[in-house]
Structure formats: C-alpha cells, structure tokens
C-alpha cells in the first residue's frame, strides 16, 4: 500500500531531550515536507526536501533540524526541544511533476514537551 | 507574503444540502491549489488538485474552482451527507518550483442526519 509512515505517533519528552520523528514513504517521491499544525494557527511548514541531499527551510524552521540521505526517508530532529514545540507534526510527499504532485500525507505525530 | 483564508471558519446543514466552502489566497503566482480534509484526531486526506492553469477539477460530488486573477477557489459539495463531516482545509502551492506551501485555517463542516 502506496503511504507516508511516520514514528511515533504519540511522545512525551522533556525540555532539552534531543528526538528524532522519523518519515518514510514507499513510492519514490521526490519532494518531502514537515508541517505543524496547532490551535488557531493551522498548518505550518517547517523543512523540505526537493530530492537526496538538496533541503530547505519553510515557514517555521526554528528549533528544528532535518537531513535527506535517502529517497524514502526524511527524519524531523529536535536537538533540544521546549514546551512551545509541543505540536502535531506532519510528514508529507509528491512526485515532483507539474499536473501530478498530489501531497499524500503521514497520520500525524502528536508530541508533548514537558 | 502569501496568506490564505478561508471562510466560514465552521458551518452546520442538514443532509442533503448542496454547499460551498470558500478558500481565498494573496498572491496569485501559485503554483498549484490543494483541497483536503481532515478527519478529527487523523492526518490530511487530498481531496482535489488544481493546477496554476486549470480552472476546475471534479470528483464525484465535489467540484474545486480556482480564478486566480481574483485569488480565490471554492470547494462545491453537493447532495451533502453525515460522511462529509469533517475539517476542510485548503493549500497553495507557490514558489517557483512550488516548493512551498500555504494552509489556510480549515472550514469545519458538521452535516446532520
């Protein structure tokens, strides 16, 4: 099944604990992208990646760090998260051909900073 | 700086209503528009794709516009039923190789049996 899979999908960490969110997609997108989605601000993008190795900065990048190695996977790290980072957190992919770049989207992980 | 709008921020009907939820974005070199909704608690589900270039894109009982020029799409529902009931969010695609996106807030839909 064509999907976006992201883990976990519920953490509860504490201030300064460096974490990993971890994406993977199994239908050889090119583009890659996080988002955080929060109470009366909606959906934000934080990082993405047009291919291996090539990522930029959306939106709202502070605090948050991301890398590209492969195709399929494309991690979300907070090196020393705090509590205004507690959030619900997106992965999404596409093809990256114009009339076809769909966005298919992860279940969403839900993270807590204490 | 693109924002995106959409309006009414919630809405209520009986089943059976046909329906239009609006969507207005700023700039207008966008390179595509997205609609999708959200189920509580669950990820993004796409609905539609526009491209810069089309003017309407149709799936079943929904119908997605866009008129650029004015910066504004809406979402057609028609025949609504307790299924639809849902956040619909919409989402611009910009930049020059539409790297980026722009959510607006979500028009949250309840349809009553």
């Known amino acids: 099944e064509a999907q976006v899979t992201q883990n976990p999908r519920y953490l509860i960490t504490v201030t300064g604990k460096k974490l990993t969110v971890t994406c993977s997609q199994n239908?050889?997108?090119?583009?890659m992208s996080w988002y955080r989605q929060d109470p009366g601000l909606g959906l934000r993008q934080i990082y993405y990646?047009?291919?291996?190795?090539?990522?930029d900065k959306g939106d709202v990048p502070e605090g948050y760090k991301v890398s590209r190695k492969e195709k399929r996977n494309f991690p979300l790290i907070l090196e020393s998260p705090s509590p205004n980072q507690t959030s619900l957190y997106f992965c999404?992919?596409?093809?990256?051909?114009?009339?076809?770049?769909?966005?298919?989207f992860g279940a969403g992980s839900r993270l807590t900073v204490l | 700086k693109q924002e995106v709008t959409q309006i009414p921020a919630a809405l209520s009907v009986p089943e059976g209503e046909n329906l239009v939820l609006n969507c207005s974005f700023t700039?207008?070199?966008?390179?595509?528009l997205q609609w999708f909704r959200q189920d509580p608690g669950k990820g993004l589900t796409s609905l539609l794709l526009?491209?810069?270039?089309?003017r309407e894109q149709t799936s079943g009982r929904l119908n997605a516009s866009l008129d650029k020029s004015s910066g504004r799409s809406t979402l057609y529902i028609a025949a609504s039923q307790p299924g639809d009931s849902a956040t619909y969010l919409c989402?611009?695609?910009?930049?020059?190789?539409?790297?980026?996106?722009?959510f607006g807030g979500g028009t949250r839909l309840m349809v009553k049996p």
């Open positions: 999404a992919s596409s093809i990256h051909t114009a009339g076809a770049n769909v966005l298919t």
């Open positions: 239908m050889n997108h090119e583009y």
């Open positions: 990646s047009m291919n291996v190795e090539v990522t």
């Open positions: 700039d207008s070199a966008i390179y595509n």
């Open positions: 526009i491209q810069s270039s089309q």
């Open positions: 989402a611009v695609r910009r930049g020059n190789a539409g790297n980026m996106l722009t």
